[in-house]
């Protein structure tokens, strides 16, 4: 529910192997994400990191065309198997693939998901429960370096001119509570900004 109509999401589970359990999806597919959610087989097969942050960085290269952020929340009941020592390397990879990798885990104390979360550029948080963890997800995702989205009021200006804006009154203009971060295309005009 922290996601909007704008983004996508894929599920990938992990332990000893890792397994896509939902391609990259369109948030407005609710149904099909919650369903995805329900189906997961969360049997314990050890804890290895790699895998799922590889297959999560695959699924993620995948999209192309019209994606501005590509981001990973891992999330993790503990520390990754002794015999994994692969998930910086692939942590790094994918931020060089412009990959940001968080970490959530349910203990304090979590020094590979600290290590995880600083190689991805991304934060490390410890969720308390299912509702912390539905929180935590939450606080990931407005991160602004995560979403361009901005939970600020601010007050449009007149940016280039353009007779569309003849007879407004820039204070005329009402304040707008947030907004998403745009680019404009080669040689378009930016009429309002802010």
């Given at each position: ?32 994400i919650e369903t995805a959610i329900d189906r997961i087989d969360y049997a314990m097969t050890g804890t290895v990191f790699s895998n799922g942050l590889q297959r999560a960085g695959l699924l993620l290269s995948s999209m192309s065309g019209g994606v501005n952020q590509k981001h990973i929340i891992l999330i993790s009941d503990g520390e990754p198997s002794s015999s994994d ?110």
């Open positions: 529910r922290a996601l909007d109509e704008r983004d996508y999401v894929g599920i990938v589970t992990f332990g000893d192997n890792a397994t896509t359990v939902l391609g990259m999806t369109p948030a407005a597919e609710m149904r099909t020592n692969a998930y910086i390397n692939i942590t790094e990879a994918n931020l060089a693939a412009g990959i940001t990798t968080s970490c959530i885990t349910f203990t304090n104390d979590n020094a590979a998901a600290e290590a995880v979360a600083a190689a991805g550029d991304g934060e490390s948080y410890v969720a308390a429960g299912g509702s912390g963890l539905a929180e935590t997800i939450k606080t990931d995702l407005s991160n602004p370096v995560i979403r361009e989205f901005e939970y600020v009021t601010f007050q449009p200006q007149f940016g280039d001119y353009s007779s569309i804006l003849s007879g407004i009154n820039e204070e005329d203009i009402p304040t707008l509570d947030g907004f998403y971060g745009v680019r404009l295309k080669n040689d378009a005009q930016g009429i309002l900004i802010g």
